[in-house]
C-alpha cells in the first residue's frame, strides 16, 4: 500500500493511491501520524489502520501530481503540529559510489580517502550482523527538523550562505515513537536528500554544515512489508526543458554496506532518539549524484529521482537565495 499527504487552504487529507485515482481518507485522520497513533492505540498494523478509515471520496491523481490541481504535496510523512518533534538525519558512505565520490572530491587529502574507504569497508566487513546481534556503527549526520522536508514539486533552496545545491538520490525510512518509547517504521519512501557539495569538498570536516539544508520526501510512502533488497531507479537533470545529465542508479541492502536493520539499531540506541510521539526521518546513502559527475546545477533545474517500486517519481526545483549574506548578532537578555 502506498500513500501520500496532501493539502488545499490548510485542509490536510491523506489518500490511497489506486492506480490513476486517489482515494482518501477520513478527514478525521488527516496525516498519516494521526494513523499511525490509531495503529498504535488499537494494536493494528498501519495498513489495516488506514483501511479502516477510507471515505468514499477519490479524485485524479494524475492532475495533483502535474501541479494541476489545487491540492498540493506534502512530505510523504512528517510530525503535522510540532514540526521541532521532527529529527531528520541520514547515513552516509553506505554505497560504493558514495564512497569514491566522497574521495575524489578530496584528491589532495590521503588520509580524507583513506579515512571514506576505511568507513564503507568497515561496513563492508560488519555492517551486516545477523539477527539480534550489534554490527559496526555507519557515519551519521543531522540535516535539521520537520522544518526541512518539502513534497513533491516544492523547490529546494541553496540559502544565502551556502556555496552550492545538488541532489541525492535515496530511500528514506520513516518513523514514529510509540508511547512507551519504542521506534516503529512506518514506511520507507523516495528521497532528495539534498547537500551542498562544494562547501564538503572544501574540507571534509565541513560535511555537518553541507547537509544542514532543505531535503524532499516523497510523493509516496510505502507502508507494510516493503521490500528492500535491489532497488534499481534513475535520476536526472533537467534545464530548459532538456535533460542535461542522467544517470542509473541503485539501493537495497544488497547495493549497501550496511542493512537496514543495522542503520536503525545505531540511530534508534540514543534514549534521545526514543522519545514517546516523536517522528524521524532517516536517509540511507545515496548510490549517485551529478555533482560527481561534474555538473553544476543552475536555478530553476528540475531534479527528478526515480524508483518505480516506491511510485511516481519525486521532483523538485532549484532555487537560489542570491541575497548577500548578513551578520547574525546575538543581543545581551
Known sequence: MRLVQI????ERRVGIVDDFRLRL????????YDLGWKALRESISLEQSVSNAVSGDSFDYEAVYAGRSEWRFLPSFDHPSEPARCLV?????THNASAKNRAAMHVKGDAEATDSY??????LEGGSPAPGEVGVQPEWFYKGDGSVLKGHLDALTVPRYGDDGGEEPE???AYIISPNGEPFRVGLSMANEFSDHVMEKKNYLYLAPSKLRECSLGPELAIGDVPFEHVPGTVSIVRDGAMVWSSDIWTGQKNMSH???NLEHHHFKYAAHRRPGDVHIHFFGADAFSFGAGVTLKAHDLMEVSFPQFGRPLRNYLEIDSEPETAVRVKHL
Do not use: H, Y
Open 89 to 93: 538525519s541520514g547515513t552516509g558512505l
Open 25 to 32: 481518507v477520513e478527514q478525521s485522520f488527516p496525516s498519516v
Open 259 to 261: 542493512s537496514v536493520a
Open 171 to 173: 530511500i528514506a525510512g
Open 7 to 10: 493539502v488545499r487552504n490548510g
Open 118 to 123: 576505511r568507513m564503507f569497508q568497515m561496513g
